[in-house]
């Protein structure tokens, strides 16, 4: 099926250990989003890419970094898990930015100890 | 900048009850807005979107919005609630001016009682 595929979707991560989450897309979207939840804050902007090989800073960026090599993946890295990373990730695409609606994937569920 | 409140972060109403979940936004330029619902473990839908055209808009599972400028607002309505409108719903914004990313609010929880 079309879509947002995210891997993993559970994670449990030592501070200080590093992971990378992956998003892929087979919708041929040009922009990609990593956004992250908390209760009570709603959806937050970690990075964004407007097309392969940029990326933009959101919203709350620091402690994250992000890769976008092929159109079709993003991936999030983060160099030095903090409890403060504890939080739900999810990617999203969109064929031709906000206006066009975003397709989100089912999210990454990750606890840092 | 531009950002969006959604007042009341839990709406319980009886089905068959009209559902009204509210959102005020603010932005420096001619905003776009959307409604998304998440439910349990899964990720965000796109319920219906504002872009400039009609004021009143209509999306999927009978639910609707109006955008009012005058009042800076985008609330949700739905007639009559079915139990399977329980879920958590996003008001989002963006600039019309250009394709930025979708600033989020903090969420609605509906719960619809039998």
């Known amino acids: 099926n079309a879509g947002v595929t995210q891997t993993p979707k559970f994670r449990v991560l030592k501070t200080g250990q590093s992971m990378t989450l992956l998003c892929a897309q087979d919708m041929n979207h040009e922009y990609m989003y990593w956004y992250r939840q908390d209760p009570g804050m709603g959806l937050r902007l970690i990075h964004y890419s407007v097309g392969e090989g940029t990326t933009a800073k959101g919203e709350v960026p620091d402690g994250y970094n992000v890769s976008r090599l092929k159109k079709q993946n993003f991936l999030l890295g983060l160099e030095s898990a903090a409890p403060s990373q504890t939080s739900v990730y999810f990617c999203?695409?969109?064929?031709?930015?906000?206006?066009?609606?975003?397709?989100f994937g089912s999210g990454t569920r990750l606890t840092v100890v | 900048a531009q950002s969006v409140t959604q007042l009341g972060s839990h709406v319980s109403v009886s089905e068959g009850a009209l559902v009204l979940l509210r959102c005020n936004y603010s932005?420096?330029?001619?905003?776009?807005l959307f409604w998304y619902v998440q439910y349990p473990n899964q990720g965000l839908q796109l319920l219906l979107k504002y872009t400039s055209a009609a004021t009143l808009v209509k999306g999927i599972n009978g639910f609707e919005a109006e955008f009012k400028k005058s009042e800076t607002s985008f609330h949700l309505t739905k007639p009559s609630a079915h139990m399977s409108d329980a879920a958590e719903y996003f008001c989002a914004v963006s600039e019309a001016a250009g394709r930025r990313a979708l600033t989020f609010g903090s969420g609605t929880r509906l719960q619809v009682q039998p």
């Open positions: 932005s420096s330029v001619p905003p776009y």
């Open positions: 999203a695409s969109s064929y031709g930015g906000s206006l066009t609606g975003y397709t």
